[in-house]
């Protein structure tokens, strides 16, 4: 009968110890989706808030600007037709499909990098400058929303996604420490 008892202490112990370690990694796994959480909050909230700023709008529908790009970036920015740019999502059709192909137009699908060093050479060449200046500054923004408002609103996305998995794992180990617990009867 002492050695029943002996193993039934054994594996009561066993089962506190594991309750207190599910219990330690139940908090941590909801303080991690909790920053998760305040990370995908604070980057998209940020993006939208630095966009609307710059009051960025689409093309209307049928607008010259719309219908000069090709069928393919066409259907991409008419989704979002007439709308301001406000998301990360919309950064990228915005940079990708219309001012890229706007930018390819410029100087014959050179980019700033390859037209400014012609630009320097030639000083006074006008079309040269202007080129060298519209693609500058075209690039420029490009990458910026490129950049600053997709990527980081795609890394709040992301966090967003960690914050879920790490609520429902911290659920499911909270369940599953109350089988134990009703299985036991630490209770």
Excluded: C
């Excluded at 207190?20 to 909790?34: D, I, R, S, Y």
């Excluded at 500058?136 to 990527?151: I, M, N, S």
């Amino acid at each position: 009968m002492a050695k029943v008892k002996s193993a039934n202490d054994r594996h009561r112990r066993i089962h506190k110890a594991w309750v207190v370690l599910a219990t330690v990694a139940a908090v941590a796994m909801l303080l991690v989706g909790g920053l998760a959480w305040w990370a995908y909050s604070f980057t998209t909230t940020n993006v939208k808030n630095e966009l609307a700023q710059q009051q960025i709008f689409f093309p209307e529908a049928d607008s010259p600007g719309l219908n000069a790009l090709p069928a393919a970036d066409k259907a991409a920015v008419s989704k979002y037709a007439g709308q301001q740019l406000l998301t990360g999502a919309q950064a990228k059709v915005f940079a990708n499909n219309y001012i890229a192909v706007h930018l390819s137009e410029v100087a014959g699908g050179k980019t700033y990098a390859q037209v400014s060093g012609a630009a320097l050479a030639d000083p006074t060449n006008a079309k040269l400058q202007g080129q060298a200046n519209t693609l500058f500054k075209g690039e420029t923004l490009r990458g910026l929303l490129l950049g600053d408002a997709y990527a980081f609103w795609t890394v709040g996305h992301i966090a967003q996604i960690v914050a879920v998995v790490m609520f429902v794992a911290a659920g499911l180990t909270l369940v599953a420490i109350a089988v134990v617990l009703k299985h036991v009867r630490l209770l």
